[in-house]
């Protein structure tokens, strides 16, 4: 139905900075939302970062004031802006899609990619 593809991940150093990209495709009649979410070992998934159709965005607390999300330049795709990268950082990050494949409400999709790994050490 829908799915998701990140790319972006890697290793980077303390204080360095990377940027996350989710392309979204396949049946999309109307697209609700975009997120981004991480999970480290041990740990639960958490928010990133969320973008609406309508332009509305937010943050998780962890990550405020470092992550961007900013509006992508192709359709159905949002990407993350990370700077000022802490080891604790370090996690699978993952693309959430919400919306709908057609006017039926039954159509409503709740998609995820399969992550991509984020490594912050020296």
């Known amino acids: 139905q829908v799915h998701l593809v990140e790319s972006g991940g890697g290793l980077v150093q303390p204080g360095g900075s990377l940027t996350l990209s989710c392309e979204a495709s396949?049946?999309?009649?109307?697209?609700?939302?975009m997120s981004w979410y991480r999970q480290a070992p041990g740990k639960e998934r958490e928010l990133v970062g969320m973008?609406?159709?309508?332009?509305?965005?937010n943050y998780g607390d962890s990550v405020n004031g470092r992550f961007t999300i900013p509006k992508g330049s192709a359709k159905n795709t949002v990407y993350l802006q990370m700077k000022s990268l802490k080891p604790e950082d370090t996690a699978v990050y993952y693309c959430?899609?919400?919306?709908?494949?057609?006017?039926?409400?039954?159509?409503?999709?709740?998609?995820w990619g399969q992550g991509t790994q984020v490594t912050v050490s020296s």
């Open positions: 396949g049946t999309i009649f109307s697209m609700h939302a």
């Open positions: 973008i609406t159709a309508g332009g509305s965005i």
């Open positions: 959430n899609a919400r919306g709908y494949s057609s006017m039926r409400s039954s159509s409503l999709f709740d998609s």
